[in-house]
């Protein structure tokens, strides 16, 4: 079966902003949770791998922690 539609790598870009923003996985759970998100370190791990979808919330709190607009989150 052939795929029509390609889905956007948006674990991975997660994964390089928070390379370009020189955090740890680590350091964004804690601002993550500081935020009121329980989101843990192996969670993040499994959204940047992109084993498992991140929550709109988290989401958005990702969007405050990094500054950025969230059309970076959906590049292609």
């Known amino acids: 079966m052939r795929c029509i539609l390609t889905d956007i790598p948006i674990g991975r870009n997660i994964q390089t902003i928070r390379m ?3 955090m740890t996985q680590l350091q964004v759970v804690a601002q ?8 843990s370190r192996s969670t993040l791990a ?16 990702l969007k405050m922690i990094f500054d950025v607009d969230y059309e970076e989150f959906f590049k292609e």
Request: aromatic share 0%.
């Open 20 to 22: 370009k923003r020189n």
């Open 32 to 39: 993550m949770q500081l935020n009121g998100s329980n989101m």
């Open 46 to 61: 499994n959204i940047e791998t992109e084993r498992r979808n991140i929550k709109a919330s988290d989401l958005k709190l």
